[in-house]
């Protein structure tokens, strides 16, 4: 973790200067839209596939060498892809990431733990977490999700999944669910089920967001902010009472008291439409598209080059005048978003959480930590007002460039955005589509 401290610094003095003097700590691989879930808040799978093959992955991450620290490969559903462990392979030669984070919808109950246990071999040196996905509690959950007996098949793919639990070290098994207006009323219900029943290592959740990538602007699956409002409490809560992951051991206590800020970020992003902390999307963390295009983020999902067309290079499409155009406009505050992925990475270049959390992870453990008595410097330092870049050009500029930015077109769908998206060829997946 230490050897990220370096790349921070580098990070930073890339988003003062509008210029990567590196290349992104944080890489999402979107491995294909292909899926083989209908979900109710996700319309990729229905966009036309032209996936990178694996040389085209080995080039690109010979390109990208050292530089990224955490690898994301999602999707569409990533473990459809046969060579998703010669991909993390290739991945784990080049670039040798920290963290290695899958998420799965968990249908292929029995081809997925195989797979995934090829990964982790493919990866000895990285911390691999899979998180399945889970937006509800038996046939509530095959609802949002769209197919029949999802939940079933999950819930076989999750034990044999935590039957690798003992065998790989670099093993963490995580639960994520999306909140949307499906399943917001359910919460309770599912928070109950993973604590009691799943017990994974950790339990992650996040809004449902409208997404140029998902092909999902306009389509009203976000909850309100009243009823999210509670949900984020309640994991706040589960967070200060250490009801999921060993908070005996450093790193899942470094994971929580991020989980805990990325939660008050997420509730201040929503109340004030605005970036809380600058976002560094286009600086610290970047994505990949199947076809090779390279997006800032996939909320906006513009892209910056694609590396095909630059010889799968990336520093030579991360440095593309677009690039430079889409940083000033993230950093002008045009944009806002609770996108987990890049908050992430975003608190980890903010001075004052990454004070916070190191104060708070400091004081022993995370029940302790969080304890109302034992609230000092650090939870000083979240309280902290907190301004994105447009607002301090306008505390700077008596309120001309922050007003401005705050009037711009919203991005994403939070509050019903504008942005449109061409649809794509519907994908004749079935459930077993690539087994
Ligand atoms: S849409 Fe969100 S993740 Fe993307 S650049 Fe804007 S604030 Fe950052």
Not at 222 to 237: D, G
Request: glycine share 8%.
């Amino acid at each position: 973790m230490l050897e990220v401290l370096p790349k921070i610094a580098k990070m930073q003095a890339s988003y003062a200067l509008g210029k990567p003097l590196a290349l992104p700590m944080n890489l999402t691989i979107s491995v294909s839209y292909r899926c083989n879930s209908r979900c109710k808040t996700c319309n990729v799978w229905q966009r036309p596939n032209d996936d990178f093959t694996i040389e085209e992955y080995e080039k690109t991450f010979e390109s990208v060498g050292r530089a990224a620290y955490w690898f994301t490969f999602s999707g569409g559903e990533p473990t459809l892809r046969k060579d998703l462990p010669e991909m993390v392979e290739a991945a784990y030669r080049h670039c040798r990431p920290g963290v290695i984070n899958i998420p799965t919808n968990g249908i292929q109950d029995k081809i997925i733990p195989e797979r995934v246990e090829r990964v982790l071999q493919a990866a000895p040196g990285s911390e691999v977490i899979i998180n399945l996905s889970l937006d509800g509690v038996g046939v509530k959950h095959d609802i949002v999700r769209g197919v029949k007996g999802n939940f079933e098949r999950s819930m076989r793919t999750y034990a044999g999944l935590k039957a690798l639990k003992g065998r790989y070290k670099n093993f963490t098994l995580g639960v994520h669910t999306v909140i949307s207006n499906f399943n917001v009323d359910e919460f309770d219900n599912i928070y109950a089920f993973v604590r009691d029943e799943l017990k994974p290592d950790s339990f992650i959740s996040e809004i449902a967001e409208e997404r140029v990538e998902l092909d999902t602007v306009g389509m009203g699956i976000t909850p309100p902010i009243q009823k999210y409002q509670p949900v984020i409490e309640r994991l706040q809560e589960g967070i200060h009472k250490a009801e999921f992951g060993d908070i005996t051991r450093i790193t899942p206590r470094i994971t929580q008291a991020f989980r805990d800020r990325y939660y008050d970020i997420v509730k201040r992003t929503l109340v004030e439409k605005r970036q809380i902390i600058p976002c560094l999307a286009g600086v610290a963390s970047a994505q990949i598209a199947p076809n090779g295009d390279v997006w800032t983020c996939c909320i906006r999902a513009e892209s910056v080059g694609n590396l095909r067309e630059h010889n799968y290079d990336f520093k030579s499409v991360w440095t593309t005048s677009k690039a430079d155009e889409l940083r000033r406009s993230i950093k002008a505050g045009e944009c806002y978003c609770p996108l987990a992925n890049a908050s992430y990475t975003n608190m980890l270049c903010h001075v004052p959480t990454l004070t916070s959390v190191a104060l708070e992870v400091g004081k022993g453990s995370v029940a302790k930590a969080f304890s109302s008595s034992n609230r000092g410097k650090s939870a000083k330092l979240r309280e902290l007002p907190v301004l994105n870049a447009s607002a301090e050009a306008s505390a700077h500029n008596g309120n001309g460039n922050g007003a401005k930015a705050r009037e711009l077109p919203v991005l994403n769908g939070v509050d019903g955005s504008p942005i449109t998206n061409s649809n794509g060829h519907a994908s004749d997946d079935s459930i077993e589509a690539t087994a």
